[in-house]
T-cell receptor
Framework: GAGVSQSPSNKVTEKGKDVELRCDPI?????LYWYRQSLGQGLEFLIY????????KSGLPSDRFSAERTGGSVSTLTIQRTQQEDSAVYLC???????????FGPGTRLTVT | GESVGLHLPTLSVQEGDNSIINCAYS??????FIWYKQESGKGPQFIID?????DKRQGQRVTVLLNKTVKHLSLQIAATQPGDSAVYFC????????????FGSGTRLLVRP
């Protein structure tokens, strides 16, 4: 079956520009997560959506980062006024409600020049 | 703050030998632990998980051991194969009402032919 998909796979942007990263979760999964992975590092939690509940935004590093989830499915992570330290792989994961096991997409590699 | 860390950044093993990857966690309130495998350019792939009310769980060629007394987690891979070469991450969850995962920094497993 179809897994989590993310687009674009790679994004190069200039410092100061805004970027949008997209995630399509597995059909039927009500929970969606965004993580960030810097080079050679582990994954850092950013934000969590569960159904119609208010999202857990506790991992967002600054107010330049925001995310939304439309219709309980597709999610978009937006980074405004990108900085070089934003360069990383952004990973999306989804899961069934009340389940810990998360399924990851291939990620979007963001490079800020 | 809370963290999940790994003892060995790189582990090199001979094909056919058993591999043991270790992980220390610091949050005694965590009740769920999971191992992921990440190959180059891909998102993390679920391997095996374990709840805090268990101390051992077996899968196909993999075993996870949990020692809550010393807050230690390990992944054992039997008869390691070249396809097992990847970065392995442990993660913990359940310390609050969120299902977000807190990841360690990863161990690279290299399998020598």
């Amino acid at each position: 079956g179809a897994g989590v998909s993310q687009s674009p796979s790679n994004k190069v942007t200039e410092k100061g520009k805004d970027v949008e990263l997209r995630c399509d979760p597995i059909s039927g999964h009500t929970a969606l997560y965004w993580y960030r992975q810097s080079l050679g590092q582990g994954l850092e939690f950013l934000i969590y959506f569960q159904g119609n509940s208010a999202p857990d935004k506790s991992g967002l590093p600054s107010d330049r980062f925001s995310a939304e989830r439309t219709g309980g499915s597709v999610s978009t992570l937006t980074i405004q006024r990108t900085q070089q330290e934003d360069s990383a792989v952004y990973l999306c994961a989804s899961s069934f409600r009340d389940r810990h096991e998360q399924y990851f997409g291939p990620g979007t590699r963001l490079t800020v020049t | 703050g809370e963290s999940v860390g790994l003892h060995l950044p790189t582990l090199s093993v001979q094909e056919g030998d058993n591999s043991i990857i270790n992980c220390a966690y610091s949050n005694s309130a965590s009740d769920y632990f999971i191992w992921y495998k990440q190959e180059s350019g891909k998102g993390p792939q679920f391997i095996i998980d374990i709840r805090s009310n268990m101390d051992k769980r077996q899968g196909q060629r993999v075993t996870v051991l949990l020692n809550k007394t010393v807050k230690h987690l390990s992944l054992q891979i039997a008869a390691t194969q070249p396809g097992d070469s990847a970065v392995y991450f442990c993660a913990e969850s359940g310390m609050d009402s969120s299902y977000k995962l807190i990841f360690g920094s990863g161990t690279r497993l290299l399998v020598r032919p």
